[in-house]
Structures are given as structure tokens and as C-alpha cells.
């Protein structure tokens, strides 16, 4: 069978970003493939983070995928740091690539500016690590959003080297998308991220928070009228509805738009009603497994056994194909 990996780092709660670009697909895919899903814990120390609480953000994205319903009898899941062979295959891969194809990454180079006191060498290497994530399991398709691709790309030139240096061992991974590889920022201007303040809906926020976020979504872009803005706070307003399948609202506020009629706030009370209605599901089901840690250490541990096994077949191969052991 088909096996999918996918992983979301420990950075904080998941993000309708997030939900949209990943989540989604891992639901999707789940149901027909052999599929891991992992918290990417490694990933998240490569930018300034605060070791007193990765412990709990790693659990919460657990939770998450739980409550979003990742079923762990059809899935695996695993904390990455749990399986050491992911750092043990990234340093064998890392031998095998070059170090300038890494620095031109574009991903690379955001974070330098982001963080220009804190470039490690845990940052440069962060896609070979994640290469050796997907190729640690041989999966073959990868549900990522659209910022991951160049990562992906990555991931397929290291297993065409590696396939052409020591024999045929693992499959090109492909990407998976969902109609939300793209999830707009809430501040008008790039992608749904975390690392901008302003610019999410996390999975645990109330209806308070969610209208208090869309209301501050800029609408005011000096024309109205006609074809909608391609770009910006309306136009993503207009993505949210899509991605949201509010298509009778869609139309009727598109209409509004080229009419001259269209009310934000309608519009913003739309969206706020329907992504809580969405969220209350997650929510409630996110604190019943709160409420039993015990089964979510069940689910933990198994995950980590399973993965395991998977990893160290896989490891085994590569130590003798590369003349170790
Ligand atoms: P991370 O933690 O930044 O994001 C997790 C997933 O969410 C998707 N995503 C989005 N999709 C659409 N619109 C958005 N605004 C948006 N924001 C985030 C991301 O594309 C990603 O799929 N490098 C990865 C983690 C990783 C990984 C892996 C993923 C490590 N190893 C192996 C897949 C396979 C990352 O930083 O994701």
C-alpha cells in the first residue's frame, strides 16, 4: 500500500492555515493510504523557541490531530524526536547534497532576515532533515501546503541521488493539495503564518477572537465596484468564503461587490458564524482527549513503536547500501 507522510512543527496551536493546506489532506488520505503524521519537534528549534514549553506544544499538536479526527486506528502518529533514525538519516543524506542549493532556498533565506541573530546550522539543514522525514518511511505522497514544495523538490533530488549513487531504495515523494494549499493572510498581505501576528485563526479560538481577527482585515482598498481585487483583504475574504464552500454567499456578496452595495461586516459575520460553527466540533472533541491523557499516551506510545519498526527497516537498508554495518 501507498505510504503518505506529513508533518506540522510544534510552533503553537494549528492555524486555519494549517487546517486548510494540510489537515485536510492527512483526512483525506488517511482513509485509503498507509500514513504517518508527525510533529516535526526537530524542525521547531531551528528558529528562537523556548524549551520550557516545546514539551506541551508538541502534545497540543497531538491533540490537535486528534480532535480534527486523524483516527490513530487508521493512521500513525509520532513526535519526531522519538524516532532517531530521522536524525540519523538526515546526516547520511546531508553528505550526498549540496550545501549551496540549500542556502538558495527561499525558505532559507526568509528566516535569515526574520532571525538575522539566530542563522544555525539546524536552519540550513532543516530540508534535508525534512527529506529524510518522508524518505525515512518511503511515502510516496506528501499532503503539505503550497509553501512546502520547494522543500519537496529537495526531498526528490536527494532520492534521485541517493537511488544513483547506491541502487534503487526510495520512491520520488509527491506532493498532495487540497483546494486550501493557499491559505491567505488575515492582514492582506501573504500567506496565513503563525510567525505574523494578526495574520491566523487558530483551531481553539472563540467566536469572540475569530470576529475580533476578521474584523481587522482591511477592506478599505479605495475602489468597489466591478471585477473583484485579485489581491489583498477583500480578495481573501472572498478565498475564506470559497474555502469555507459558503458558494450562495460567495455569489450574492460578489454581486453586492460589483454593485456598490457589498457590507463588510455582513460579509465578516458570515464567515465568523461559519468557521465557529466548524471549530465547535474540533473543539469539543479536542477536550475529551484532553480529558483522558492516559489514552493519548496509549496513542503516543503505539505511534512510537510502530514508527519504529518502519524506520529501522528502512535504516537497515541504507547503512548496507552506503557500506556500513
Ligand atoms: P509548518 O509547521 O510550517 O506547517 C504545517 C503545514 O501547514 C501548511 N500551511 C499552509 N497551507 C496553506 N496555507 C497556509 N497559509 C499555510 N500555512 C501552513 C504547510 O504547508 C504545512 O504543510 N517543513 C514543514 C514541516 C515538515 C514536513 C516534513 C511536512 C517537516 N518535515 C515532512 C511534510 C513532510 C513546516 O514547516 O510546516
Not at 492582514?187 to 487558530?202: H, L, P, Q
Not at 460579509?267 to 465557529?276: C, V, Y
Request: glycine residues 6%; charged residues 25%.
Amino acid at each position: 500500500m501507498k505510504r503518505v507522510f506529513s508533518g506540522i512543527r510544534a510552533t503553537g496551536r494549528l492555524h486555519l492555515g494549517n487546517y486548510f493546506g494540510a489537515a485536510k489532506g492527512m483526512l483525506k488520505l488517511q482513509d485509503k493510504y498507509d500514513c504517518i503524521f508527525s510533529v516535526v519537534d526537530l524542525h521547531t528549534i531551528t528558529v528562537p523557541y523556548d524549551p520550557k514549553i516545546l514539551k506541551q506544544a508538541t502534545r497540543d499538536i497531538i491533540l490537535d490531530y486528534l480532535a480534527i479526527g486523524l483516527d490513530p486506528k487508521k493512521c500513525h502518529l509520532e513526535i519526531q524526536s522519538m524516532i532517531p533514525q530521522h536524525v540519523e538519516l538526515a546526516y547520511l543524506l546531508s553528505t550526498i547534497y549540496q550545501v549551496s542549493r540549500l542556502e538558495d532556498l527561499p525558505t532559507y533565506k526568509e528566516k535569515k532576515a526574520q532571525y538575522p541573530k539566530y542563522i544555525n546550522m539546524g536552519l540550513l539543514y532543516y530540508p534535508v532533515l525534512m527529506a529524510a522525514d518522508i524518505l525515512l518511511y518511503k511515502a510516496e505522497l506528501v499532503p503539505i501546503g503550497k509553501d512546502q514544495e520547494p522543500h519537496l523538490e529537495v526531498a526528490r533530488e536527494i532520492a534521485r541521488k541517493f537511488n544513483s549513487m547506491f541502487g534503487q531504495t526510495f520512491p520520488e515523494p509527491q506532493s498532495f493539495k487540497t483546494e486550501g494549499e493557499y491559505v491567505p493572510s488575515l492582514t492582506g498581505d501573504g500567506k496565513m503564518s503563525k510567525s505574523v501576528e494578526g495574520s491566523y485563526i487558530t483551531l481553539i479560538d472563540d467566536l469572540a477572537t475569530i470576529k475580533k481577527c476578521l474584523a481587522a482585515v482591511p477592506t478599505d482598498s479605495g475602489v468597489i465596484g466591478g471585477e473583484l481585487p485579485k489581491a489583498g483583504g477583500i480578495a481573501n475574504l472572498f478565498t475564506l468564503l470559497k474555502l469555507l464552500k459558503l458558494d450562495k454567499e460567495y455569489i450574492k456578496f460578489e454581486h453586492d461587490y460589483s454593485n456598490k452595495k457589498i457590507k463588510y461586516s455582513d460579509l465578516k459575520n458570515t464567515l465568523a458564524g461559519t468557521i465557529f460553527e466548524e471549530l465547535q466540533i474540533f473543539q469539543k472533541k479536542r477536550k475529551e482527549f484532553e480529558n483522558n491523557p492516559a489514552l493519548v499516551d496509549s496513542i503516543i506510545n503505539d505511534g512510537q513503536n510502530k514508527c519504529l519498526d518502519m524506520a529501522e527497516e528502512t535504516m537497515q537498508e541504507v547503512r548496507s547500501r552506503m557500506g556500513f554495518g
